[in-house]
């Protein structure tokens, strides 16, 4: 930096501000790289493991195609593959979450924190706070993802979308981000020697106080067991909580720390500063304050009132203003350097990393209008916008930000820029190669699936036609995977080989830079313009002319507990008067009567149906739109989930939605489906799930469960008594055992899991048919419960 | 009397829109402050953070500011 620009950068600008001068007594320090090294690190192996797992679960619904497949000769080429679909801890299921919560939480999260503790400690002049607290929120988060990594292909799960982790890792985060990021982070704020907070370290700040509300709040639960519990919320509430939080994620896990990232790193990669610093305050209040309220979108057209689902619909659409105000301040930020593209990888992948966000961040606000999400929803158009965000800019940014990090981290140069090369080609072909064709197979399920012949019914009414249909885009995915798996792999090799050329002994540049003296700023001496004569009114005249000089925003780039305080009002705000009402006012959620509790067996087998992820693929949500009604029954009501804690809507249909499925289908069908899905349906790309058919159901942790449901409201009366619950559970499973055998399938099935999820498969749907129970609420609702289902369980 | 009965009579559905009114007074706050002429100087200075002690593209902040002019 020459002399001119250095003065610019520190003494001669706070001196036109009219800022004091900071004590002129200098401090030495160092800053504190080991714990960035390992973030990085962690960053790249997490991101190999998300990818891997993402690949094997995009094999996994091609496989089914081929694995049966017959030569002339007779023989079975693929049939080794059929692992991949038979294996009970590798299931679709079990592995989705495994694979989304890898790149989310243990890639891109391990990413963040690399670009948090890298650029923090430059942009305070400050080594972090402490080193030991640095070092326990490392060893705490890869604790986390590897408890993450054991328990999800278990099947423990809280069966919600990117919120799957159980009770004891739920509090683990909390204690780990707020307690050991977050205090860290904040108390590095407090002791920093730059005045002025960059606005990146309003998107950290923003990131750590929204994640930590949204968190312990969509992970409210009651613990049924060490690695069981279930949600406070049912049904409704609990989907536009889960949807706040989930679409919160995407904004405050994958969109504003990486803002930050970007408007730290690129600066840094193109060596200008930010093309709009103006704007980028813009964008950091009014991105916050809008996405939070965005949610919604993700139930148009569910059982969530009207209401709520066009409010997140509009602010979705308001959205489009603030993220291409972001994307096109760093895109312009290579203003003049735009030559540097042809020579520097690092800005290739930041330059099509901000592409992708803007890309993205147009596609969501389209597809939350509501008439395009009612034909995406459900279908892989969605799967495509989220990897075009989560590859193209989760993505590329991290690459580009490694590749800057990696030669100023380990003090020497990068081993390949020609690797370098190679991964973002390679990088880009293969993110292209996965969402063109998912885009098309998207769209396609989406026009098969409302798709009308000539005499009004269905032309596509088996499932799994629309299936089957779109089996070579799955294929192009697979080979669009293999393309990103091998760009980063060859970024993991030339790291490798630059750590190997690393100096013994790391060198620590002392750095050098004032202490900040105590803030002791006097307000600029405004007078009343008014010629009013009440106190009031002069005192509202200053606090106006104090707001447009800009005195209070001031205030805040300068203290941060008040940034963190006003960051968490913007975000509260919106979220708690967008969930409050639909909590609060009786008419959001209309009651039904002859809708009961869930019978001792059928819980257990919803959470059979829980454990095995079978969300993943199958919504119970039928949306008031002909083709889904004509598919698949009667539209669903709102008070048909007043006892679904966790509700269990989906998201996505690679299997037929299930909301009305009790009833349509035999006990031995089910069975038998369950135990080959090819052998009921010669195409299905559902996994064999015959170890049901062998697990035997724990009455005890039956019992547990109600007890646990019984807690948070579910009334369940007698049911919580010592061996009702039980007894009742026995009951019925001896019911549909019988049934089962006298239709000619096996015997002996009274104890196992496959019985207590055909009895929950059984009832779905059904209650609406029903008389209301003609006993008071609470004893009727036990007793129905259990008659009713038994009548549903034996009569299939 | 349950409370979602006091509540579903207090008209809580309007508070959205008075949600959207307090964004509405944050966002315009926010675009007076980064607009004023006054912070020019300091919003340069803040622009610079990240590149301060970094080697910079020679000539960067005096053509902004020829551009400006």
């Known amino acids: ?796 | 009397m349950k409370l979602s009965d006091v509540m579903s009579g207090l008209g809580l559905a309007i508070y959205p829109i008075a949600a959207m009114g307090l964004f509405l007074a944050v966002y315009i706050g926010a675009v007076v402050r980064a607009t004023r002429r006054r912070a020019r100087s300091e919003m340069d200075a803040a622009a610079l953070l990240p590149l301060d002690g970094e080697r910079m593209a020679a000539g960067c902040v005096e053509a902004r500011k020829e551009a400006r002019r």
Not at chain 1, 676 to 700: C, F, K, N, V, W
Not at chain 1, 721 to 739: L, M, N, P, T, V
Request: charged fraction near 15%; proline fraction near 5%.
């Open chain 1, 1 to 796: 930096m020459s002399t001119a620009e250095a003065a610019v950068g520190t003494g001669e600008a706070r001196a036109q501000t009219g800022v004091r001068p900071e004590s002129t007594s200098m401090e030495r320090f160092t800053y504190d790289d080991a714990i960035v090294r390992k973030f990085m690190l962690a960053t790249v192996v997490w991101g190999l493991v998300g990818f891997v797992v993402g690949l094997v679960i995009a094999l996994q619904l091609v496989i089914p195609s081929v694995v049966n497949y017959t030569t002339a000769s007779g023989s079975r080429p693929f049939a080794f593959l059929g692992f991949l679909v038979s294996t009970e801890f590798l299931t679709f299921g079990r592995l989705r979450p495994l694979h989304t919560n890898a790149v989310i939480f243990a890639f891109a999260g391990n990413a963040i924190f690399t670009a948090v503790y890298y650029s923090t400690q430059r942009l305070c002049k400050a080594r972090m706070w402490s080193d030991t607290l640095s070092r326990l929120h490392f060893w705490g988060w890869q604790f986390i993802i590897v408890c993450a990594a054991l328990t999800l292909p278990l099947g423990f799960t809280q069966g919600k979308e990117y919120a799957e982790l159980e009770w004891p890792i739920d509090v683990l985060i909390a204690v780990v981000w707020l307690g050991f990021f977050g205090t860290n982070f904040f108390m590095t704020l407090k002791v920093r020697r730059e005045r002025h907070m960059y606005v990146a370290l309003w998107f950290y700040i923003a990131t750590i106080v929204t994640v930590a509300m949204l968190h312990v709040l969509n992970s409210l639960a009651i613990p049924a067991g060490w690695l069981k519990s279930y949600s406070v919320y049912a049904g409704v509430q609990d989907a536009m909580m889960q949807w706040w939080y989930g679409h919160n994620a995407v904004a405050f896990v994958l969109t504003t720390p990486f803002l930050g990232l970007m408007y730290y790193f690129m600066p840094k990669a193109a060596e200008r500063p930010v093309y709009s610093y103006r704007l980028s305050i813009v964008h950091f209040w009014s991105l916050i304050f809008v996405y939070i309220w965005a949610g919604p979108h993700h139930l148009h057209y569910t059982a969530l009132p009207a209401w709520a689902s066009t409010l997140g619909m509009l602010f979705s659409v308001m959205l489009w203003m603030p993220s291409w105000g972001g994307g096109i301040n760093g895109l312009l930020t290579l203003r003049g350097a735009w030559h540097k593209l042809t020579d520097d990888p690092v800005l290739r992948f930041f330059v099509v990393g901000v592409t992708f966000y803007m890309m993205s961040t147009f596609e969501g606000p389209l597809l939350s209008i509501k008439t395009v999400n009612m034909l995406s929803h459900y279908t892989d158009w969605t799967i495509a916008h989220v990897h075009g965000g989560a590859l193209g800019w989760n993505g590329f940014l991290t690459f580009g930000m490694i590749y800057w990090l990696a030669p100023r981290l380990f003090q020497t140069r990068l081993h390949s820029k020609k690797l370098a090369e190679w991964h973002f080609w390679l990088g880009t072909l293969g993110i292209l190669m996965y969402v063109v064709p998912i885009y098309i197979a998207g769209i396609t399920q989406g026009l098969m699936w409302r798709a009308f012949d000539k005499s009004g019914s269905l032309q596509f009414p088996d499932f799994v036609e629309t299936v089957t249909k779109l089996m070579p885009f799955y294929w192009a995915r697979v080979g669009g995977g293999v393309l990103f798996i091998l760009g980063a792999t060859l970024m993991a090799y030339n790291l490798l080989r630059t750590w190997m050329a690393r100096p013994a002994v790391y060198e620590e540049p002392v750095q050098e830079a004032p202490a900040l003296r105590p803030l002791v700023e006097t307000p600029p001496k405004f007078k009343s313009r008014l010629e009013a004569n009440t106190e009031f009114s002069h005192k509202g005249d200053i606090w106006l002319q104090k707001a447009a000089d800009g005195w209070w925003h001031r205030l805040l780039e300068r203290r941060p507990a008040k940034m963190i305080v006003w960051s968490l009002i913007a975000v509260a705000s919106g979220s708690l008067l967008e969930i409050v009402p639909l909590f609060a006012i009786r008419s959001n959620v209309p009651s039904i009567a002859s809708v009961t509790p869930y019978t001792p067996l059928e819980l257990a087998g919803r959470d059979v149906y829980v454990a095995e992820g079978c969300y993943n693929c199958h919504s119970q949500m039928i949306r008031p739109i002909w083709s889904e009604t004509k598919r698949y029954g009667d539209y669903s009501k709102p008070g048909e989930f007043v006892y679904d804690h966790p509700f269990q809507w989906g998201s996505r249909r690679i299997g037929p939605d299930l909301a009305r499925e009790g009833g349509q289908r035999s006990n031995l069908w089910h069975l038998l489906h369950f135990q080959d899905p090819r052998q009921s349906i010669t195409q299905s790309i559902m996994p064999s799930y015959a170890h049901l058919l062998e697990s035997r159901l724990d009455m005890g942790e039956v019992a547990r469960h109600v007890r646990a449901q019984a807690m948070i409201g579910v009334p369940y009366g007698e049911m919580v008594k010592e061996g009702k619950a039980a007894e009742s559970a026995r009951a019925q499973a001896k019911q549909i055992a019988d049934d089962i055998a006298t239709s000619g399938g096996p015997t002996g099935l009274e104890d196992k899991k496959v019985t207590a999820l055909i009895a929950y498969l059984q009832r779905l749907g059904t209650d609406i048919s029903k008389p209301p129970p003609a006993a008071p609420a609470e004893a009727g609702a036990s007793e129905g419960a259990g008659t009713a289902a038994s009548a549903d369980g034996a009569g299939h």
